[in-house]
């Protein structure tokens, strides 16, 4: 988990706020999904730890993006949340811990 984590860390979530959500789905989306198929198979609850990394990387993106979250992880947060009620199919990890718990 600690090579995946290096690789998330790598993508500079911090400089990327010029992009979209939707962009920033396709480029996790290619990753997590193999990474879901790979280790998903057997271990599935070891992936718990990444994917809500991958929720904090998210919140952080956009409270760098929007300055209306820039002083609240919170709002920020809950917004991501209304997203990814609207749809749940944009990340390829927010549908796997829906199906998981």
């Known amino acids: 988990m600690k090579k995946k984590r290096q690789e998330l860390r790598d993508l500079r979530w911090g400089k990327m706020t010029q992009e979209t959500l939707e962009d920033l789905a396709k480029t996790l989306n290619e990753k997590a ?8 198979e057997f271990y599935k609850t070891a992936m718990y730890p990444l994917f809500k990394y991958v929720n904090y990387l ?3 993106w956009a409270r760098k993006k929007y300055k209306r979250f820039k002083r609240s992880r919170k709002k920020a947060a809950n917004w991501l949340e209304t997203i990814k009620y609207k749809t749940p199919r944009m990340f390829a990890h927010w549908y796997l811990l829906k199906e998981m718990v």
Not at 33 to 40: S, V
């Open 33 to 40: 999904r193999g990474w879901i198929q790979y280790y998903g």
């Open 58 to 60: 998210l919140v952080e």
